[in-house]
């Protein structure tokens, strides 16, 4: 027996529902329904396959966002689809006074990956992953925490302790104190800050929100150096640059360095929500029974979703298409030689596209007129994260229609978001 015809009747899931709306009222109901946390949505999103979207006007869009580094597998990869109403089919929620082996298969997988013994435990998102981390640090005994100008680790109280936009960190101070930022990339500030005292410095190997800024050659090797020196934890955020998205399973292993912690969320789940916090070495224990915990963190189902999307980025040989696809796209843009375009930063298939000018937004809205979807992360630069499964032809279309839309900025209209 099937529910579709039951499920007709549920407002927003029968097909009846969604055919009969449009972008324009359905964002007039999302501007009733929800909070104004995120400003007017783009468009509103009905479908989803591989690269593609469409919207409730029925219009298609190459998705070179990926549901913001997420979709890892692009929408509705069959693997994954599979994997989680086969899980769900069987069993969907255990408490933690039990466990799946689809828990245990993923954390087990996550440590091979990350190359060392060691421990996980799993959120539901990146910012508890952070929050873990920081308990994880407060456990060491050491008061003082390190983190990077221009760094994001999330919107809950303790990960925006430790995020250095102060924009979005300070309207909610006081926060969990002891936190310093350094500027990012400053190896001898790095070293100043850290001391005896110091618990742990967290930082990203790319920093995805400050416009997609690498960290530069050795800065990674350093931290790890300066922090093994002082009895420092070192925590890698690895929740956009994980999983595959700069060309290697994870952003610090370029400078072959092992962290004491790694946090991973966003492209772990393709789109189903999952995060870990991974401890290797000490900073395995240092949690031990009833100083942690959540409901649904490690939920059989998201697990399944963690286990199919590694395992697709292993069989599919998906590494080697963000290293291939990732270089193409830099290459090219870079060889338009348009003069909005001043240079591209990023590794992998998570890129920034750097302006000359602050109209990232105008940018996203032409794009977004000619069917691709990428973000403005700040007003001089064009995010690109897109499916890892992205291939050379479909970032072909976007490249052959890029100078028409940059052409187009300056003539447009201002965009709305
Ligand atoms: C580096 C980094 N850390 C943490 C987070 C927070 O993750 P979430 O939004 O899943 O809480 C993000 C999200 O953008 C991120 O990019």
Excluded at 28 to 51: D, I
Excluded at 178 to 193: K, M, S
Excluded at 372 to 387: E, G, Q, S, Y
Aim: hydrophobic share 45%.
């Amino acid at each position: 027996m099937t529910y579709q015809a039951e499920l007709a009747k549920v407002p927003g899931l029968g097909e009846d529902a969604l055919a009969a709306s449009n972008n324009a009222t359905w964002t007039a109901r999302y501007g009733q329904a929800l909070m104004n946390t995120f400003g007017s949505p783009q468009r509103v999103l009905v479908r989803g396959e591989g690269c593609y979207v469409w919207d409730a006007d029925g219009r298609r869009y190459l998705d070179l966002l990926g549901g913001l580094a997420v979709n890892s597998l692009g929408h509705a990869h069959p693997l994954l689809v599979s994997a989680i109403t086969a899980q769900l089919a069987t069993l969907g929620h255990v408490s933690n006074f039990f466990a799946s082996a689809p828990q245990i298969a993923l954390a087990e997988r996550l440590l091979d990956l990350v190359g060392g013994s060691g421990r996980v435990f799993f959120t539901n998102s990146g910012t508890e992953a952070n929050e873990a981390a920081f308990k994880i640090a407060r456990r060491t005994g050491r008061p003082k925490i390190v983190a990077t100008e221009g760094g994001f680790h999330g919107r809950t109280m303790g990960a925006l302790a430790l995020t250095g936009k102060a924009v979005i960190r300070e309207p909610f101070e006081p926060l969990p104190a002891g936190v310093t930022f350094v500027p990012f990339g400053d190896a001898e500030a790095l070293e100043e800050a850290v001391d005896g005292d110091t618990a742990a410095v967290f930082l990203e190997p790319v920093q995805g929100e400050a416009g997609v800024v690498p960290a530069p050659a050795g800065y990674l090797a350093a931290a790890r150096e300066i922090t093994e020196r002082a009895g420092t934890l070192l925590v890698v955020d690895e929740i956009q640059t994980g999983i595959g998205r700069t060309g290697d399973w994870f952003g610090h292993t370029v400078e072959g360095i092992v962290p004491d912690v790694v946090t991973v969320a966003k492209g772990l789940g393709g789109g189903f929500p999952i995060g870990a916090c991974i401890g290797l070495g000490r900073a395995a224990d240092l949690l031990g029974p009833g100083s942690h915990g959540t409901t649904f963190g490690g939920n059989p189902v998201a697990a399944a979703a963690g286990l199919a999307v590694l395992h697709a980025i292993e069989r599919d040989g998906l590494l080697e298409n963000v290293r291939t696809v990732g270089t193409h796209l830099r290459a090219e843009v870079l060889a338009l030689g348009h003069p909005l375009v001043r240079g591209v930063r990023g590794r992998g298939l998570l890129l920034g596209i750097e302006l000359a000018a602050p109209v990232a937004g105008q940018v996203l809205s032409e794009a977004l007129g000619a069917g691709f979807i990428v973000n403005a992360v700040n007003p001089d630069t064009i995010r690109l994260a897109p499916p890892l499964i992205l291939d050379t032809t479909q970032a072909d279309e976007f490249l052959a229609a890029l100078p028409a839309v940059l052409d187009a900025v300056g003539t447009a209209p201002k965009e709305t978001r």
